[in-house]
């Protein structure tokens, strides 16, 4: 993570990758996609039947599956994270049959 010039989740900071219109929100930055990338890999690796729905890049799933979902922001607080306050987070939610487990 952090190698497109964005500057990594760790490090904070990163450039705006502008594939996110006004209409749907505020910025996108590299360090979330590649975020989201690594979360959605570990998850349907452990995890093949469930689907995942990420902020930055929608749905994935392995095998399709209607009973768990996981749901991801990988950086909540993107504008924070691009000046490099440290005032953001990671969501991660688990849906069963459309349910809040965590």
Known sequence: MGGGGGGGVAGGGGAEDGGRGEAEGGPVTIADREAEEAMDSVILKSFPSHAVFGEENGWRCIEKSDDYVCVLDPIDGTKSFITGKPLFGTLISL????????
């Open 95 to 102: 849906l069963y049959n459309g349910k809040p487990v965590f």
